[in-house]
């Protein structure tokens, strides 16, 4: 079964703080891995999509990586305004022709000025 | 570019009625999926729909149901309201299958 895992549930940082957050997953084929962001009552918002391990993308202090079994976001002296919740999903193929996408639980950073 | 957007965003209904949420994709996108987020479950795919086509299902009952225009709108419907179909209901668009998603906003919705 395919499947997402993200860890940790939640992380508190001081401004400045950098660290990492973990997505395992587990899928058939794996077609595209993405992160999203998401703030209270909005929908999430698109970050990165990630194909094939190895690759890596960079968006201001933020830079994804993908291996086979992992991605990692890596978030680089945060501010505040990076507080929210940050998900991870998959997306498989399925006979080439649809796929929807896997989430996980998501990580909920809060960083503190 | 104006992005998804969703009506009503909020909602209250009582058990067993229905419920009809609209969606307006993203100019040019043909691809509108339909997801329901719940703090217990977090996002859970409904339905995909692809010129006026339902391509994927999610694992929901049949009272959930959806349909696409040919003008890429989409609608779906919820009959026979329970408790427990509280939930933040996201539409997300694409410009095909299996491209990035962008989401709306959501329509809240609250079952008394």
């Known amino acids: 079964e395919d499947q997402v895992t993200q860890s940790p549930e939640a992380l508190r940082l001081q401004e400045g703080e950098s660290s990492s957050l973990n997505c395992s997953y587990t899928?058939?084929?794996?077609?595209?891995l993405f992160w999203y962001r998401q703030d209270p009552g909005k929908g999430p918002e698109f970050l990165f999509t990630?194909?094939?391990a190895g690759e890596e993308k960079e968006k201001e202090r933020l830079k994804a990586t993908l291996t086979k079994k992992e991605s990692f976001l890596h978030i680089t002296a945060p501010k505040p305004e990076d507080s929210a919740t940050y998900l991870c999903?998959?997306?498989?193929?399925?006979?080439?022709?649809?796929?929807?996408?896997?989430f996980g639980k998501g990580t909920k950073l809060s960083v503190k000025p | 570019k104006a992005g998804v957007t969703q009506t009503p965003r909020y909602l209250i209904k009582t058990r067993g009625q229905q419920v009809t949420l609209s969606c307006s994709p993203i100019s040019g996108h043909r691809s509108v999926s339909w997801y329901q987020q719940t703090p217990g479950q977090g996002l859970q795919f409904l339905f995909e729909y692809f010129s006026e086509t339902q391509r994927n299902k999610g694992n929901f009952p049949g009272r959930f149901s959806g349909r696409q225009f040919s003008n890429s709108r989409s609608e779906m419907n919820v009959s026979t309201l329970e408790l427990g179909d509280s939930a933040l209901y996201l539409c997300?668009?694409?410009?095909?299958?299996?491209?990035?998603?962008?989401f709306g906003p959501g329509t809240r919705l609250l079952v008394l």
């Open positions: 899928v058939s084929g794996l077609r595209g």
């Open positions: 999903a998959v997306q498989a193929y399925y006979g080439g022709s649809q796929g929807n996408l896997i």
């Open positions: 997300a668009s694409s410009v095909e299958l299996q491209e990035t998603q962008y």
């Open positions: 990630l194909y094939s």
